[in-house]
């Protein structure tokens, strides 16, 4: 485990989908926390990788999140729960990822869980993962951190992606946060 660098860090936006959002509990904030999470990364030269489970029945990206993605290629689209499992998933050379999305229990955590089997270095922002109950959330967290994976928050993420003030980089990260 180490700090977020962004020359060796990718965001891994997961299942951030429109079929998830009236019944995953906390699903406006992890839409927020994953907008100013790529919002954050695109503006430091992080690439951002997305994956849609099953678009045909869950729907596609949620719009809040897709109207930041122009430019970033297409969502990876997935039957498996772990995008790293999917056709098509590439961390771009990254040694770490940042891992954000829905469900924490199920599409994160075997994302993650898998990462760290390839010898990923696996960050997960909690305030910008969610489930359908607030239990599987937490339980998946936990599991994820005894697995190795450092659970962070958006805020931190970021920062740790700046490692500096000072900056106009600096003033765009702060004014997401604010």
């Given at each position: 485990?180490?700090?977020?660098?962004?020359?060796?860090?990718?965001?891994?936006?997961?299942?951030?989908?429109?079929?998830?959002?009236?019944?995953?509990?906390?699903?406006?904030?992890?839409?927020?926390?994953?907008?100013?999470?790529?919002?954050?990364?695109r503006?430091?030269g992080?690439?951002?990788?997305?994956?849609?489970?099953?678009?045909?029945?869950?729907?596609?990206t949620?719009?809040?999140?897709?109207?930041?993605?122009?430019?970033?290629?297409?969502?990876?689209?997935?039957?498996?729960?772990?995008?790293?499992?999917?056709?098509?998933?590439?961390?771009?050379g990254?040694?770490?990822?940042?891992?954000?999305?829905?469900?924490?229990?199920?599409?994160?955590?075997q994302?993650?869980?898998?990462?760290i089997?390839d010898?990923?270095?696996?960050?997960?922002?909690?305030?910008?993962?969610?489930?359908?109950?607030?239990?599987?959330?937490?339980?998946a967290?936990?599991r994820?951190?005894?697995?190795?994976?450092?659970?962070?928050?958006?805020?931190?993420?970021?920062?740790e992606l700046?490692?500096?003030?000072?900056?106009?980089?600096?003033?765009f990260?702060?004014?997401?946060?604010?």
């Amino acid at each position: 485990m180490s700090l977020l660098k962004r020359d060796r860090a990718a965001l891994v936006v997961v299942d951030v989908q429109e079929g998830f959002r009236p019944a995953v509990a906390g699903f406006d904030q992890v839409v927020a926390k994953t907008v100013t999470l790529v919002r954050g990364a695109r503006e430091l030269g992080v690439p951002v990788i997305v994956t849609e489970q099953y678009p045909k029945g869950l729907g596609k990206t949620v719009p809040e999140v897709a109207d930041h993605l122009l430019g970033v290629g297409d969502a990876v689209e997935k039957t498996v729960f772990s995008a790293a499992r999917a056709e098509g998933f590439d961390l771009l050379g990254r040694g770490q990822a940042l891992v954000v999305g829905i469900e924490a229990h199920v599409c994160v955590s075997q994302t993650a869980h898998d990462l760290i089997a390839d010898g990923i270095d696996v960050h997960v922002a909690a305030d910008a993962v969610a489930s359908r109950a607030p239990e599987d959330r937490e339980r998946a967290l936990a599991r994820l951190e005894k697995a190795g994976a450092t659970v962070t928050t958006t805020e931190a993420a970021l920062f740790e992606l700046l490692e500096r003030a000072g900056s106009p980089e600096f003033k765009f990260v702060q004014g997401l946060v604010k």
